[in-house]
């Protein structure tokens, strides 16, 4: 709040007895002089006597009438009287004191840095520090004023500080206040504080005298002289100005002032007109908001924001006329925020954080027009506030589609006789649901039901006041039965609120806000209905509701008649499950089996349940709605399943029942997947034995996952597969057979080869079953099969693992080996080829891995400039294989190489390692070499020499076509290593001198790089 020093104007005039019996409204019309302070009279709680009638009659006038009438009700008011009625007025509850201090009345609190801070710093808490301190001093209550002194001690960073509170009240409110700390806040300061809980505390230490008024009447004309003289002295440097500008104005007889009867007196209480309401800081609250406001959610602004709405809450819970006065304050600032127009202007949506925000202003105005206790005069005033603030362009619309129509209730509710609910007579023609509706009605109705519930079952909360001294509320905040005339509880009728609520088949609203309300009011009733403790009255409920779910019409969302677009009921069906299934087990899974439907991913209608028809139905014609939060949905649906797999365990009548549910209304395999692992985790539990019948369910669920994956790609696949093979496993060896017997049904070939069967012929997997060697065979034997048809539908990617399995089996292998040199001519590429040529070698087949390598040199091609071709180590190693098998191997291999290859850095390479060595040193079958050096000018390595020869030349035509300066050092470099090759032939030198004189004559117009040449070869 913000607080100043300046006194707060009088309220109304004041004026002697008999002055004039005309007087206007408003003015005093008589009274007596005041006799005895009457201060501390039935002010002691301590005291054990019974109140006497005039403090039990001055209570009840002070809480409900203004002074004033009660000073135009009755001529004459005897002084002990009135004393008794101020003293009765000031607040006599620390509760609002709170309230008006603080963010809340308990609990974690934040300062306006939107961050933690400790609570001794709250200005309520440090208001009862200094009150315990004893730094209240000198209060003095005259009237409807209370004054005195906060002496704040001092500190090492602050000097002591004494501060002037002065308090106005009225009617068991405080109306005004002021300080001279000079804080600014919504809320009261310490100082404040100190000073109400003084006067709360200690009301018999309190100097109380009459207003003002009520003294100067006792005066003669020299007592007001030397009291007026008397005043001015004391502070003549403040007050002198003012005193002499009002005299001027009484002596001058046309003045303003004398044409009004009385005087202006602020201790004198309030006038008929005044409202009585406690004092709040309108431009505080206004300034604060805006702050809030402008800085966009950051600095923890989204959280202040939320704590006022918070302290609406509370004053309407208090039913305190502030919390509309309050939210009007803020509402005026969101609606004049700069940023409505820009987004409008930019055709952008506002922030999910904002919108909640303007979704939680809906929500208390929803509180406040259907407050029971408002006056239709007031709900009048703020209808036509709304519609004001309705009218302006830049007013928020709801993603609900209500267009200019403020939103309305009776829109969303059953007409006529409720139990048409519960008979199937209702049907559903409105769009909105009551859960994700923006007033949330069934949140609010079930949150005052439990807490009114709560409240009348504890017999009245505890309230503790910061002293350490617990205080009863009031009576009257809570009913007095805590039982209905029909024997039902609030509890039990907030409880069956939320079922209904819930349970009600609604359309899913566009938009993805819209949609993700309507998921998050979901989640919050459930989280709040959970935290209500189920005892046999409530269980009744539950089994009441849901028999009703499943027999009502088009309104249930759990019965047979199911809209397309309907907001589907698997969080709201788990919570169900889990509540009546120590109850009612077979309630429980009809209700979760009945929800588990998602129409909207049907393609066809579906059949209803596993036990009665349902049906599917459109409510709009040619609507296909985007599901923004469809993944969300889907994963509740996943979650409902899991929670029934886990509950079923150990029943497999059951597990068969849920597993037919999953199998027909789950349609992501990715959760498919995941209840699978779920089920497989819950059957192979440490503690247990396995539960087969649990084990095959989560088999069967990864098996439709293989067969829902097959022909899409997913990242996952891999990791599902070898899942699956794991859990096949478990099961037992007939289940790794089968899934090897149906692997094209399952797998791609690849998959099959490489992980199914690889992983079932590995000795993990026959020590973890404890195979014997007939089912060590037969499990091989199978796997062997499926390699050989993986090996003919897919050679290229399936060949090496088929030889891999194949190997102990003679017939299998060399079948493996036919249907490689089968698909080798057309099938298969040179790289699938090389390494299984290479595989062919480390086996010790080389004639076959020479075999392989000429097949797969014919798919080669190398041009000039490919020297760091990957296929190069091949090519390499396929002409050393041909060398170390001979002659003969070699002469067959180098016109492939010619062929092939273009690139003379590779040629070079290979003719090098061709002279370096006889051919047929290795000496394989027992064969014999000749011992000498295959020569250069005969076949076959001629043939390859003049081919690197050309390639040579062909590479140096084509780098000198596109050559640029910074390369001519590294081209001089590659004549170089051409020489070397040149001179090998024994016309060598000559051949390369004509070259060179070749390129000197057709590059001659590049003289720096012909220069370098001739430096070099001449």
Not at 135 to 155: K, M, R, W
Not at 240 to 246: F, R
Request: proline share 5%; glycine share 6%.
């Amino acid at each position: 709040m913000a607080e100043r020093v300046q006194q707060p104007p009088a309220k109304r005039l004041c004026c002697r007895p008999g002055y004039n019996t005309n007087c206007r409204q408003g003015q005093r019309a008589g009274g007596t002089l005041c006799g005895g302070s009457g201060a501390a009279q039935g002010g002691s709680s301590k005291t054990q006597t019974p109140e006497s009638l005039l403090d039990i009659s001055a209570r009840k006038v002070a809480e409900k009438w203004p002074f004033q009438r009660v000073e135009e009700r009755f001529e004459r008011i005897p002084e002990p009287v009135q004393r008794r009625i101020v003293y009765w007025s000031f607040p006599r509850s620390e509760r609002e004191i709170c309230m008006y201090s603080s963010f809340s009345t308990g609990g974690e609190e934040s300062g306006t840095s939107g961050e933690n801070i400790d609570e001794t710093r709250l200005p309520f808490r440090r208001g009862i520090a200094l009150l315990e301190s004893g730094c209240v001093d000198n209060v003095l209550q005259v009237g409807f004023h209370l004054s005195g002194t906060v002496t704040e001690p001092a500190t090492p960073s602050e000097p002591e500080l004494v501060c002037s509170v002065s308090v106005s009240f009225d009617r068991c409110k405080i109306t005004a206040v002021t300080c001279s700390c000079g804080n600014k806040d919504i809320f009261y300061c310490a100082h404040v504080v100190a000073l109400a809980l003084y006067r709360v505390r200690k009301p018999e230490q309190v100097k109380l005298h009459l207003p003002i008024s009520e003294t100067l009447f006792q005066m003669n004309r020299d007592q007001l002289q030397k009291f007026v003289q008397y005043l001015i002295t004391v502070h003549h440097t403040e007050v002198l100005p003012t005193a002499q500008k009002l005299a001027d104005e009484i002596l001058s007889t046309n003045s303003e002032i004398n044409q009004v009867h009385g005087a202006p007196d602020p201790t004198a209480g309030a006038s008929v007109d005044d409202e009585n309401c406690w004092h709040l800081d309108e431009e505080q609250v206004q300034e604060q908001v805006k702050l809030f406001l402008s800085q966009g959610g950051y600095h923890g602004s989204g959280k202040q924001l939320n704590l006022l709405f918070s302290k609406v809450r509370e004053m309407l819970k208090m039913r305190d006329s502030n919390g509309a006065r309050m939210l009007t304050l803020i509402t005026e600032q969101f609606m004049g925020d700069p940023r409505l127009a820009l987004w409008r202007q930019q055709g952008t949506t506002m922030t999910d954080k904002y919108r909640q925000l303007w979704d939680e202003l809906g929500t208390l105005w929803m509180c406040i027009v259907l407050n029971p206790h408002c006056k239709s005069e007031q709900k009048c005033v703020w209808l036509r506030q709304l519609r004001r603030w309705n009218s302006i362009d830049v007013c928020p619309w709801e993603d609900g589609n209500h267009g200019n129509e403020l939103p309305n209730l009776t829109h969303a509710l059953p007409h006529g006789n409720p139990e048409l609910l519960h008979k199937g007579m209702t049907s559903v023609t409105n769009m909105e649901g009551w859960v994700g509706h923006p007033l949330d009605p069934i949140g609010t109705l079930f949150s005052t039901l439990l807490d009114t519930g709560r409240g009348d079952e504890e017999g009245g909360n505890a309230f503790l006041d910061f002293s350490g001294t617990p205080k009863r509320l009031e009576p009257h905040l809570f009913p007095a039965q805590h039982f209905l005339d029909d024997g039902q509880s609030f509890v039990t009728l907030a409880v069956e609120t939320a079922l209904i609520g819930l349970g009600q088949q609604r359309v899913m609203p566009d938009g993805l806000y819209a949609q993700e309300k309507v998921c998050r009011n979901e989640e919050q009733l459930l989280a709040k209905l959970q935290e209500v403790e189920l005892n046999d009255a409530l269980v009744k409920i539950f089994r009441k509701q849901a028999v009703f779910l499943l027999e009502a019409g088009p309104y249930s969302g759990l019965g047979e008649l199911l809209y397309r677009e309907s907001v589907p009921m698997h969080t709201f069906a788990k919570y169900l499950f889990t509540s009546l299934l120590p109850h009612d087990a077979e309630l429980a899974y009809k209700i979760a089996l009945r929800a588990m439907r998602l129409p909207v991913l049907e393609t066809t209608a579906p059949s209803g349940d596993l036990s009665r028809p349902h049906h599917i139905v459109s409510m709009v014609p040619n609507r296909y709605p985007r599901w923004f939060t469809l993944s969300h949905i889907e994963s509740q649906q996943c979650e409902l399943a899991s929670t029934m797999l886990t509950a079923a365990k150990g029943d497999g009548r059951k597990l068969e029942t849920v597993l037919e549910s999953i199998q027909k209304n789950i349609h992501s395999s990715s959760h498919i997947f995941k209840l699978a692992q779920d089920a497989f985790k819950i059957a192979t539990l440490m503690d247990s034995l396995p539960d087969l019948t649990l084990l095959k369910v989560s088999l069967e669920l990864g098996l439709q996952v293989m067969r829902m994956t097959l022909s899409t790609l997913n990242w996952r696949r891999r990791e599902m597969v070898r899942w699956l093979v794991t859990c096949a496993t478990e099961v037992g060896v007939y289940a790794l057979d089968s899934i090897m017997q149906s692997w094209f049904t399952l797998f791609t070939p690849t998959e099959a080869t490489s992980i199914v069967a690889t992983t079932v012929m590995s000795n993990t997997t026959i020590v973890r079953l404890h195979l014997d060697c007939h089912q060590q065979e037969n499990l091989a034997s199978s796997a062997r099969t499926l390699a050989l048809q993986c090996a003919m539908k897919d050679p290229q990617n399936c060949s090496l693992s088929a030889l891999t399995l194949c190997e102990k089996d003679h017939i299998a292998f060399e079948t493996a080996y036919q249907i490689v040199l089968d698909a080798a001519v057309t099938g298969m590429s040179y790289t699938q080829l090389f390494t299984i040529a290479r595989y062919m070698e480390h086996r010790g087949y080389p004639m076959r891995a020479y075999k392989l390598a000429t097949l797969a040199m014919a798919h080669l091609n190398l041009s000039y400039n490919q020297d760091t071709h990957p296929a190069i180590n091949d090519v390499l190693w396929a002409c050393a294989l041909s060398h170390s098998l001979g002659k003969n191997e070699l002469s067959a291999v180098i016109p492939l190489v010619v062929k092939s290859v273009k690139c003379a850095t590779v040629l070079s390479d290979i003719l090098r390692r061709c002279t370096l060595t006889t051919p047929g040193m290795v000496a394989l079958h027992s064969r014999r070499n000749s011992g000498k050096l295959m020569s250069l000018d005969k076949a076959p390595l001629r043939q390859l020499l003049d081919a690197t020869i050309g390639a040579y030349i062909n590479t140096t035509h084509s780098r000198l076509t596109h050559i640029s300066p910074r390369h001519y050092s590294e081209f001089i470099e590659f004549l170089s290593k051409a020489r070397e090759t040149f001179l090998m032939a024994q016309d060598g030198h000559i051949q390369f001198t004509q070259f060179i004189d070749n390129l000197k004559q057709i590059y001659k117009g590049k003289k720096k790089l012909m220069m370098l040449v001739r430096e070099r070869f001449g």
